[in-house]
């Protein structure tokens, strides 16, 4: 019975599942860890936009000047009103990275399907960034086959640690309050070691006005805040 409980823990630890606060990967040069990220430091990121909201965390950004990484979805990107706010991401110095070109499920897709979304939204985002070194899987849903689709096109896969849930609505319809996103992301932090990469969503309004009060919290419990163009550095000191 030994021999079989430890199977099951190596089969868990590799991989993969969602713990906690966030997605638990095992060590994959393909993967991005935070693990050596200096203590109390955060990595701001962004998913499924643009939106319209995304306005808002610009400004909440340049306010406190913090960079982020904005996962986008490349059919969101493709529109005319997409394009713009793409620009505003990146003449206002931030990252744009891959979330596929529509928000599915990648590993139901053949590799063949992986690929051709992931390269579209590349092109899309190429518009105004000269690299995409950076995919979430939407959902957090990845497997070896996903990863060398990515890989394919040099990117790495980033995951997260902290998730505040900020697009999770209560019994009533409502989504977390912005205390309340801030006290997860507090919380979320501190059960990681004080660093991490926080995941957010700029497609909910809610979460984009709450972001002077969680940059703010940040920067009082300590917290610094990583930039996107840094996060490779601190990869190569794992190896």
């Not at 021999?3 to 099951?8: S, T």
């Not at 579209?120 to 190429?126: D, F, G, L, R």
């Not at 980033?158 to 205390?179: E, I, L, T």
Request: aromatic share 8%; hydrophobic share 40%.
């Amino acid at each position: 019975m030994v021999w079989k409980r430890c199977f099951i823990f190596f089969g868990i630890v590799c991989f993969g599942i969602f713990l906690g606060n966030g997605k638990v990967e095992c060590s994959d040069s393909r993967v991005v860890s935070c693990k050596n990220f200096p203590d109390r430091t955060v990595l701001l990121t962004f998913d499924d936009g643009p939106s319209s909201a995304t306005k808002e965390v610009l400004d909440a950004l340049k306010n406190e000047n913090a960079s982020a990484i904005f996962f986008i979805v490349g059919e969101k990107a493709n529109e005319r009103e997409g394009k713009k706010i793409l620009k505003l991401i990146a003449d206002s110095g931030h990252m744009i990275a891959n979330h596929g070109y529509k928000h599915v499920t990648m590993t139901k897709l053949t590799e063949k399907e992986q690929i051709s979304s992931l390269d579209k939204t590349n092109s899309c985002i190429k518009e105004f960034q000269k690299t995409v070194l950076y995919f979430r899987p939407p959902g957090g849903a990845c497997n070896n086959i996903l990863k060398r689709s990515v890989n394919s096109l040099g990117m790495k896969i980033m995951f997260w640690n902290v998730d505040p849930r900020d697009w999770k609505k209560n019994d009533c319809g409502a989504r977390p309050s912005h205390s309340a996103l801030k006290e997860r992301i507090l919380k979320g932090l501190e059960d990681q070691g004080h660093k991490g990469i926080v995941l957010l969503h700029d497609i909910h309004l809610n979460t984009a006005l709450a972001v002077p009060m969680i940059l703010d919290a940040l920067k009082k419990n300590g917290y610094s805040f990583m930039k996107p163009e840094d996060v490779l550095k601190y990869q190569k000191a794992s190896k």
